[in-house]
């Protein structure tokens, strides 16, 4: 059993329609039962966020000057990284990152990374971007999005920028029980690794849903460099074994699309 764990949910926004208090007070729930799964003495949880255009929750957090619920907000050495801290001492790690929409419709995360990349731009051409500025490059599932043409525009993607330190994102709201598919088939035969995190939509029921699904690593990141430890240790492969948390059944995979859909709670 490891001594030490980080934690680590690697798709979170932090919707302005959700109480940031209580995502993360939600989120250590979530780390603290998988670190107790694990058998794990000590655990740090991390939140690497995907901001869309228009969303600015890590800037929120990092300019509140009064408690956020029970939490403070600190700011390590890392520019890129805030740390929020409870009443109780417990901490998570907040970690700044972006999502870029491409012209086709499909996404790119450029994880543990303050780059700007315009929304619109080709996949090929913003992925190159990404890799330019030294993100975390990220391929993120998404519902119905790896399907019809666009799943061989993946397959196609993953065999050219995989072995260049591209990742994919798996997602909790990818139904459980339904198989991986052959992109993420092909990313493990090629040893490109696979992130998995639980991309929170903007319905009120997700609100609590950051850190019930991710990863762990053994040991815990070096303080000095946190986002640099973040973005070498994640471009690594790793097995179904790492992976913490559940991803939703399939009937509530579908009731969550249709409650995103309608707008409903």
């Not at 999005?145 to 709201?173: C, E, I, Q």
Request: charged letters at 25%.
């Amino acid at each position: 059993m490891p001594e030490a764990v980080t934690l680590i949910d690697t798709h979170v926004h932090l919707r302005p329609s959700h109480d940031p208090a209580r995502i993360l007070d939600g989120a250590l729930r979530h780390f603290e039962r998988a670190s107790m799964r694990l058998g794990a003495k000590d655990c740090l949880g991390v939140l690497m966020l995907s901001e869309a255009k228009g969303e600015h929750g890590y800037d929120r957090l990092a300019s509140a000057r009064s408690p956020v619920g029970r939490w403070r907000v600190e700011q390590p050495d890392d520019p890129l990284v805030i740390r929020c801290r409870r009443d109780d001492e417990n901490s998570i790690l907040i970690v700044n990152g972006r999502q870029v929409a491409t012209s086709r419709g499909l996404e790119v995360l450029t994880l543990a990374s303050d780059v700007e990349i315009e929304d619109g731009l080709g996949i090929e051409e913003t992925i190159e971007r990404g890799l330019e500025a030294g993100a975390l490059v990220t391929l993120p599932w998404g519902f119905g999005k790896w399907t019809g043409n666009r799943k061989a525009v993946m397959l196609g993607l993953v065999r050219r920028f995989g072995p260049a330190g591209v990742a994919l994102g798996d997602s909790a709201g990818r139904p459980a029980g339904l198989g991986e598919g052959a992109i993420f088939g092909l990313a493990r035969e090629l040893g490109v690794p696979i992130l998995p995190g639980t991309d929170p939509l903007p319905i009120p029921g997700h609100s609590k849903r950051a850190g019930r699904y991710g990863l762990w690593l053994e040991g815990m990141l070096d303080q000095r460099a946190l986002s640099a430890d973040l973005r070498e240790r994640l471009a690594l492969p790793r097995g179904p074994d790492a992976t913490i948390g559940w991803r939703d059944g399939l009937a509530s995979a579908f009731l969550t699309q249709i409650r995103l859909r309608i707008g409903k709670p």
